[in-house]
């Protein structure tokens, strides 16, 4: 079965830094692009960063431009989220997916949940200030 499993999730104080794994296993992984989701308390769940495991291409959600990275090692089948001068509001609980690498080509598609066939468990990221 597909299976995705994200962590890497913890207390960090503003302006620290946090790697996310999100690691893949059960399809072929270059099929498929990654992405990562967060949803904070009460709010809708919001697209963060997504990466082609086919050829790389990146997407990013404007609130994280210039302070997260998006990474793969696909001969691990896992994706990395470095994530650099952290806020409190991106405390969240964050979340890795899969879909089609057909479905994920524009930066829309790529950061709309909708997209996205498969759901990993999510790890939570507190950001203290």
């Known amino acids: 079965d597909v299976q995705l499993q994200a962590s890497g999730g913890g207390l960090v104080q503003a302006g620290g830094s946090r790697r996310l794994s999100c690691a893949a296993s059960?399809?072929?992984?270059?099929?498929?692009?990654i992405g990562w989701f967060r949803q904070a308390p009460g709010k809708e769940r919001e697209g963060v960063s997504c990466i082609s495991s086919s050829d790389g291409s990146k997407y990013y959600a404007d609130f994280v431009k210039g302070r997260f990275i998006i990474s793969s090692d696909n001969a691990k089948n896992t994706v990395y989220l470095q994530m650099n001068s952290l806020k409190p509001e991106d405390t969240a609980v964050y979340y890795c997916?899969?879909?089609?690498?057909?479905?994920?080509?524009?930066?829309?598609?790529?950061?709309?949940?909708?997209?996205?066939?498969?759901w990993g468990q999510g790890t939570l990221v507190t950001v203290s200030s």
């Open positions: 997916a899969a879909a089609p690498v057909w479905a994920t080509s524009q930066t829309m598609s790529a950061l709309n949940r909708g997209s996205y066939d498969y």
């Open positions: 059960g399809f072929t992984f270059d099929d498929y692009a």
